[in-house]
Every structure is written in structure tokens, then in C-alpha cells.
């Protein structure tokens, strides 16, 4: 499966992987590992873009360092251990050529966006720790994240259910499932949410300048009434917008951008970059550069 999916991209694309519940990382660097051998047997040089997930902010830190003991890597071949780990003080972290292709993000399965346009997502040992409606919600979730045609891989006890509609067996032993396309398909629930929120913001937003057909009001000059025209336009209407420096520090905001960045934490900072949520921070650097490079 994972050779046929690097086969059929074309130049200029990439394969891209979700491995939700990444817990510490040992599933996320298993898949980047074997993706880079099956690249090499294939001789070719596609990029691959893996998002790695969790729920706790502490796992995910874990799994960037990628520092692991030795009982951590007993299943793990000596060949694989000295070709994609380094020692380092008696323990061992995965190299950078791994963990480059791995992007680690706190993120909420059941209330965050997913990613999408994904070619595949591994998510072992999930499902059993959600209930029916949640499991329900997680499946369309991933049926809306992933490209038509594209796989899902749930653990050897889980399965996804009854999505007759949304997926079928592609290999039963180890629990791997395609995609179906169903047209019309909307991200379930999240962007619903998401809009609502959007929309009870710009409709309870301040709203500082006022027209009025009172005769008792002041003159009003063609350029003051123009200001007044473009601050209504911006503040009710426009999409979410940004003004970056080449240095990718934001200059000016205008609309909502909420939902798009947030302040991390840490030193206060404008860059685009650090300020971008991790479901659209890989694109949104792939696009300023392609921008810059492109003029």
C-alpha cells in the first residue's frame, strides 16, 4: 500500500500522513522510518509531510525530543538503531533526517480541524479509548481528512464500525480500510462550529462607526464618508488578513484571524510562523516561501 501510494504521486507532490494519538512518538518515527526505506527501495525522492498528534501537550513534547532508552528500541533491529538513531548519554534520539519529515502538534481529534488532503492515517489504539459517538464522530472526521481513494489503519482489536458509506475493507489481517468518495461530504461538526463561533463574532463585534439619516447630524466630508464606508467593509466583511514583513513578522491584522493564529506561549512574538495553528502552519510556510521565491 505504501509503495503504490509513492508510486502515483506525480512531481510537485508530496505524500502526506496523520498518525493521531502519537502518545510519545514511537508510532510516528515506526512510520517515517519505514516510508524512508521504502523511498530508497524505490529510489525516489517524493517529499513526505508526517503530522503527528496528541491530546497531552506533555506526550508531544516527548516525541519531539525523540529520545528513547535502550529497552525503548529492543524490538527495533541494530541496523534501524544505527542508521536512524544517535547515542546520546546512554539513550538514543532519532536523527534529523526523521524527524524533519515529522510535525508534532497538540490537537483534539473530536473539536479541532483535521488536516487534509491525506494520503493515509495510521491511528492505532484510539478508538478504544471512545465511545460510540465519539468513534462515530473520529471516522467521518477521517473521511473528510483523507483523499478519495486514500487508506485509514485503525489497531489490530479496533474497528471502525458501522461506515459502510465512508470506507471498506482494503486489507482485513491488519485492519487497513479505503476511503469511498461521497459527494458533498462536510467536515462534521468541527466547521459547522467553527463558522458559528465566526459568525456570532462578527455579528456582536464592536461596531464604532454608524450612518445615520438624521438631519441633525453633522456635515459629512466625501473623504471621511469613504473612511467610514472601508472601516464598515473591513470590520463586517473582510477574510481573515495579514501583513507580513519578509522577516515573517506580522505588520497588520485586519478581519478575524482568531482561528487561524494564536499568541504561544512563551516570549511574545508577531512571526506568522510561530503564531500559526499546526493544522495550516506546514502549508502556510510552504506557501510564503513559494510566494517570496516567486516575487
Not at 462578527?202 to 447630524?217: E, F, H, I, M, V
Amino acid at each position: 500500500m505504501l509503495p503504490k501510494l509513492l508510486k502515483e504521486k506525480k512531481p510537485g507532490e508530496s505524500l502526506r500522513v496523520w498518525v493521531p494519538a502519537c502518545s510519545s512518538g514511537e508510532e510516528a518515527y515506526s512510520m517515517a522510518i519505514m516510508l524512508l526505506e521504502i523511498q530508497d527501495g524505490l529510489q525516489t525522492d517524493i517529499p513526505i509531510q508526517l503530522f503527528a498528534t496528541d491530546l497531552s501537550e506533555q506526550a508531544i513534547g516527548k516525541a519531539r525530543a525523540g529520545l528513547y532508552t535502550k529497552k525503548d528500541l529492543e524490538l527495533m533491529s541494530p541496523l534501524r538503531i544505527q542508521r536512524f538513531f544517535t547515542k546520546t548519554d546512554g539513550d538514543y534520539r532519532i536523527t534529523k533526517s526523521v524527524r524533519d519529515i515529522c510535525i508534532f502538534a497538540p490537537h483534539n481529534i473530536l473539536t479541532d480541524p483535521p488536516f487534509s488532503r491525506l494520503d493515509f492515517i495510521s491511528c492505532c489504539n484510539l478508538f478504544i479509548y471512545l465511545d460510540t459517538a465519539a468513534q462515530k464522530k473520529a471516522v467521518r472526521t477521517f473521511h473528510y481528512a483523507l483523499n478519495e481513494g486514500a487508506y485509514l489503519m485503525v489497531g489490530k482489536s479496533e474497528s471502525i464500525g458501522t461506515a459502510p458509506t465512508l470506507f471498506e475493507d482494503y486489507n482485513k489481517k491488519f485492519k487497513i480500510y479505503v476511503r469511498k468518495n461521497k459527494s458533498g461530504e462536510s467536515m462534521p461538526g468541527l466547521s459547522n462550529n467553527i463558522a458559528r463561533k465566526y459568525l456570532q463574532l462578527q455579528n456582536t463585534g464592536p461596531r464604532t462607526t454608524k450612518l445615520s439619516n438624521s438631519k441633525k447630524s453633522a456635515p459629512v466630508s466625501s473623504r471621511n464618508l469613504e473612511s467610514a464606508i472601508d472601516a464598515i467593509l473591513i470590520s463586517n466583511h473582510m477574510p481573515a488578513t495579514v501583513v507580513i514583513n519578509y522577516n515573517m513578522d506580522i505588520q497588520q491584522f485586519r478581519g478575524t484571524t482568531d482561528f487561524f493564529l494564536t499568541h504561544p506561549a512563551g516570549k511574545a512574538t508577531f512571526n506568522i510562523l510561530k503564531m500559526a495553528r499546526p493544522e495550516i502552519a506546514f502549508e502556510l510556510r510552504t506557501t510564503i516561501s513559494n510566494v517570496i521565491k516567486n516575487k
